[in-house]
């Protein structure tokens, strides 16, 4: 069973009250008259890009909306809804890690924390205002900015 991209409605009649939400796929089927279609083991909220961002062996415990809803009947080991997995073909499999990015990304945080620490001595420096001890801090941090400039990830 799959319920592709799943939002919120208000039908013409409805058979609650305001305080209940309705859910229904892009084809119009409503989340909770599918309910008893859902029959395998675990239930999935996918995101468009088809990262499982929700899980539950009890399909009405998922909040569907922005979603496409899925299910498979096995998890893989380690299995988490951070990000790190993903329903393709109707299986979970691990979302390939991009390693260069993530040290790019690394590198980029050092860096604003390295120049946000020095911003002031620069500006004493620049001021002809620094002491012996902060230039010297100074001259350390520049190194170290500069060796994590010239990494080669």
Known sequence: ME???VTRYTPDDPDYDNNFLYFRSEDGQDFYESLSKFTKKYKLCIDSENIIRSVSE???????????VV????????FNI????KYSNGAVVAVPVDYHAKAETTRQKLLTDANSTIVDWR???ALGD????DRASL???MVYIRA?????L
């Open 130 to 133: 620094i002491s012996d001890d």
């Open 71 to 78: 299910e498979v009947n096995k998890l893989p080991a380690g």
């Open 139 to 141: 001259t350390k941090w």
């Open 123 to 125: 500006t004493e420096l």
């Open 148 to 152: 994590l400039k010239m990494l080669d």
């Open 3 to 5: 319920l592709k991209n």
């Open 82 to 85: 951070y990000g790190d997995w």
């Open 58 to 68: 009890d399909v009405s415990r998922l909040y569907p909306a922005g979603f496409s």
